[in-house]
């Protein structure tokens, strides 16, 4: 079914009807049948389809869209209400009653004039309508409304520096309680969480619904709670940071206390939460095999030794003077010894070792890779030469020289003290 929204004053409350054939943009006047007869209205919201659930009926239908004619009355019905004030407001102080008026309103045709007011207690009018009548020659009624309409006509600034919401955009009150002040812990103090109207400000109401879901997701306080570094307990909720206030008892005896976001805590028992991946960002790339590094190459190259020898290696004139030393004898990245090149005494001169990195080197065997970066063995002593024996000759198989044949009951038996052989 299509309905479209009016509004009979600004920021006031919508009502639907029904358009019939007629065709309304936003903003547009219409006449409309209501309870209290024919009123002027603006569209706030254009022709729409609902559910017929959704519809209280009965539904009303437009009369029609409001002429010329129609706005200039409406027009001098606006101009005439600020003369109906000053009437009334004289009338009232004449019968010295206890009541405040707000505004004073005429129907669309003129047949009735409406007074609005506060008052603390109850009040005795009748005497006061009866002169209003005489006076204005029309029918009068007098409503008496609450502290929060009358902020939503009259309108103003709040504590924020903006127009009240209640005249700005809110369509209608919603029940606002000193316990929302506590849970959001505002102070109580009644001159900074009231507004014009000296209730509760409205706009305690609009975060309520984040405070209590994050009030369900929080540890709570006073509670033992598992953290990261320890059993703590809970000292205070941040829902607006989202981080809860922790005191430890430190291994030392000394108590701390320490925020962690809720997401890193869990209950006692139950194993703590896996804190999410760091962005993509942060992350390491992966370190691709055989990929230039420019620094390393400059540092790691390597000059022959003067007069042609081959033995003892030594760092080219363009290395880097930043790279740190490494360990004798250790490995760097690359897996290869720095020291490899470096002849033992007594043997033969070992091969200069280049320790650059290649990208573009050919990929080897493994084998022969690992026995290319193996350092080559340093030559085993010599054993003292036998006498009577010339050097170099082969060992004869069988007993030594001036030693007899060992035979099997010889042999040394365990945990008995052996003879030592001089060197």
């Keep these: 079914m299509k309905v479209i929204g009016v509004r009979f004053k600004s920021s006031g409350r919508i009502y639907y009807f029904d358009p019939l054939e007629f065709t309304f943009q936003e903003g547009d006047g219409v006449i409309v049948e209501t309870?209290?007869?024919?009123?002027?209205?603006?569209?706030?919201?254009?022709?729409?389809?609902?559910?017929?659930?959704?519809?209280?009926?009965?539904?009303?239908?437009?009369?029609?869209?409001?002429?010329?004619?129609?706005?200039?009355?409406?027009?001098?019905?606006?101009?005439k209400e600020g003369d109906a004030f000053r009437v009334c407001q004289q009338k009232i102080e004449q019968h010295k009653l206890d009541m405040r008026l707000v505004s004073a309103e005429y129907s669309f045709n003129g047949s009735k004039l409406v007074f609005y007011f506060t008052a603390d207690e109850r009040v005795d009018f009748r005497d006061l309508v009866k002169d209003l009548a005489s006076q204005f020659r029309t029918r009068i009624e007098l409503r008496?409304?609450?502290?929060?309409?009358?902020?939503?006509m009259l309108g103003g600034l709040g504590s924020c520096g903006r127009v009240v919401c209640c005249k700005a955009f809110l369509d209608d009150f919603h029940p606002?309680?000193?316990?929302?002040?506590?849970e959001q812990n505002l102070s109580l103090s009644p001159t900074k969480i009231?507004?014009?109207?000296?209730?509760?400000?409205?706009?305690?109401?609009?975060?309520?619904?984040?405070?209590?879901?994050?009030?369900?997701?929080?540890?709570?306080?006073?509670?033992?709670?598992?953290?990261?570094?320890?059993i703590g307990f809970v000292v205070e909720n941040n829902v607006i940071t989202e981080k809860t206030r922790v005191r430890l008892n430190m291994p030392d005896g000394s108590i701390d206390v320490r925020e962690y976001h809720y997401t890193l805590l869990a209950k006692p028992g139950e194993?703590?939460?896996v804190p999410p991946n760091p962005p993509a960002a942060a992350q390491t790339a992966p370190s691709v095999p055989n990929a230039p590094k420019p620094e390393r190459e400059a540092?790691?190259?390597?000059?022959?030794?003067?007069?042609?020898?081959?033995?003892?290696?030594?760092?080219?004139?363009?290395?880097?003077?930043?790279?740190?030393?490494?360990?004798?004898?250790?490995?760097?990245?690359?897996?290869?010894?720095?020291?490899?090149?470096?002849?033992?005494?007594?043997?033969?001169?070992?091969?200069?070792?280049?320790?650059t990195n290649n990208a573009n080197q050919t990929p080897r065997v493994e084998g022969q890779q690992q026995q290319q970066n193996r350092?080559?063995?340093?030559?085993?002593?010599?054993?003292?030469?036998?006498?009577?024996?010339?050097?170099?000759?082969?060992?004869?198989?069988?007993?030594?020289?001036?030693?007899?044949?060992?035979?099997?009951?010889?042999?040394?038996?365990?945990n008995q003290p052996t003879e030592q052989k001089p060197q």
């Design 194 to 230: 009231s507004g014009l109207c000296g209730r509760l400000m409205c706009c305690l109401q609009y975060e309520q619904a984040c405070y209590e879901e994050m009030r369900h997701k929080m540890p709570h306080v006073n509670r033992d709670i598992v953290t990261p570094d320890g």
């Design 176 to 182: 606002v309680s000193i316990k929302m002040a506590k």
């Design 271 to 273: 194993p703590l939460p």
């Design 299 to 355: 540092a790691a190259a390597v000059a022959p030794a003067p007069n042609g020898a081959q033995g003892a290696a030594q760092p080219a004139q363009d290395r880097n003077p930043d790279r740190k030393r490494r360990r004798r004898g250790g490995r760097g990245k690359s897996g290869n010894r720095p020291n490899a090149g470096v002849a033992p005494a007594g043997g033969a001169p070992a091969q200069p070792v280049n320790n």
């Design 144 to 152: 008496q409304i609450g502290v929060r309409d009358e902020a939503k």
């Design 375 to 414: 350092p080559p063995r340093p030559p085993q002593p010599q054993r003292p030469q036998q006498q009577g024996q010339p050097s170099g000759a082969p060992r004869p198989n069988g007993p030594r020289p001036n030693q007899p044949p060992r035979r099997d009951g010889d042999r040394p038996q365990p």
């Design 35 to 79: 309870a209290r007869g024919q009123e002027y209205g603006e569209v706030a919201q254009i022709a729409m389809e609902v559910e017929e659930t959704m519809i209280v009926s009965p539904l009303k239908p437009v009369v029609r869209p409001a002429s010329d004619q129609d706005t200039s009355m409406r027009e001098q019905n606006c101009a």
